[in-house]
C-alpha cells in the first residue's frame, strides 16, 4: 500500500466546513482512497472511498486531485460530534486479503 | 445488526496468564482481522484470516495465536502475557470487495500488571 502523509492536527469551528488533507505521492493506478475516523478510543469507524473520481455520502465529501496524488476529505458542517481521529488509507483491493494499514491520522478538534 | 461483538469490553491479567479475546461478526464477512492500538498510536495488525481455517500473520503476530473454525468468529489467544501486551484490541471484518468498508469492534482493553 502507498504511503499517506496527514497533518497531525487540525481545528475547526463549530458549523463551518473541515477540510482535511491527505497526500499519498506513490499511489498506483489500483488503489483506492479510504477515509476512516475513531472517536475516542472507540473501533475506527468508515466513512467515504474513492478511486479516481469526487466521491459524496451522507458524512462526507472526498476530493482526488487529477493525478491522485493528494486527497481532500470535507465534512461540510462540522460538529463537536466530529471531534476525531480521521484515517487516510491508500489500499490495493488484492481480491485475496485487502489489509488495511492505519497510520497516526489527523486528530480534528471541533470547537464551540 | 450486532456487527462486530468482542469480549470482554476490559481485563486485567497478570503477567504470564493467558487469555482469549472472542470476536463473532453476524455478516457472513469471510475476512476478519485483530489490530492493537497502543496509546496515541495508530492501529497495528496482528492476525487476519480470509475464511473459516485459514488465518496468517500481520504486522505484530508476536506473543498471540488465531484460530478460525467458522466463518462467524475469530477469537485471539495470548498465552504468556507480558506488560508489552497492554493495549486495546480492535477485531474488524470485512467482505473482501472494495466497495465495502471494514466493520470494527467497540474493542477490549487489555492491561498486564
Known amino acids: 500500500d502507498a504511503k499517506t502523509t496527514q497533518p497531525p492536527s487540525m481545528d475547526c469551528a463549530e458549523g463551518r466546513a473541515a477540510n482535511l488533507p491527505c497526500n499519498h505521492s506513490?499511489?498506483?493506478?489500483?488503489?483506492?482512497v479510504y477515509w476512516y475516523r475513531q472517536i475516542h478510543s472507540q473501533g475506527p469507524q468508515y466513512i467515504i472511498h474513492?478511486?479516481?473520481n469526487n466521491e459524496t455520502n451522507e458524512m462526507a465529501s472526498l476530493i482526488i486531485t487529477e493525478d491522485r496524488k493528494s486527497s481532500t476529505l470535507i465534512l461540510p458542517h462540522a460538529t463537536l460530534r466530529d471531534t476525531a481521529v480521521y484515517y487516510c488509507?491508500?489500499?490495493?483491493?488484492?481480491?485475496?486479503?485487502?489489509?488495511?494499514?492505519f497510520g497516526t491520522g489527523t486528530r480534528l478538534q471541533v470547537t464551540l | 445488526n450486532a456487527g462486530v461483538t468482542q469480549t470482554p469490553k476490559f481485563r486485567i491479567l497478570k503477567i504470564g496468564q493467558s487469555m482469549t479475546l472472542q470476536c463473532t461478526q453476524d455478516?457472513?464477512?469471510?475476512?476478519m482481522y485483530w489490530y492493537r492500538q497502543d496509546p496515541g498510536m495508530g492501529l497495528k495488525l496482528i492476525y487476519y484470516?480470509?475464511?473459516?481455517?485459514?488465518?496468517d500473520k500481520g504486522e505484530v503476530p508476536n506473543g498471540y495465536n488465531v484460530s478460525r473454525s467458522t466463518t462467524e468468529d475469530f477469537p485471539l489467544r495470548l498465552e504468556l502475557a507480558a506488560p508489552s501486551q497492554t493495549s486495546v484490541y480492535f477485531c474488524?471484518?470485512?467482505?473482501?470487495?472494495?466497495?465495502?468498508?471494514?466493520?470494527f469492534g467497540s474493542g477490549t482493553r487489555l492491561t498486564v500488571v
Open positions: 474513492g478511486l479516481k
Open positions: 474488524a471484518s470485512s467482505s473482501g470487495r472494495v466497495l465495502y468498508g471494514y466493520t
Open positions: 455478516m457472513n464477512h469471510n475476512y
Open positions: 488509507i491508500v489500499r490495493v483491493d488484492t481480491g485475496t486479503a485487502s489489509k488495511l494499514t
Open positions: 484470516s480470509v475464511g473459516a481455517g485459514i488465518t
Open positions: 506513490t499511489i498506483s493506478g489500483n488503489e483506492y
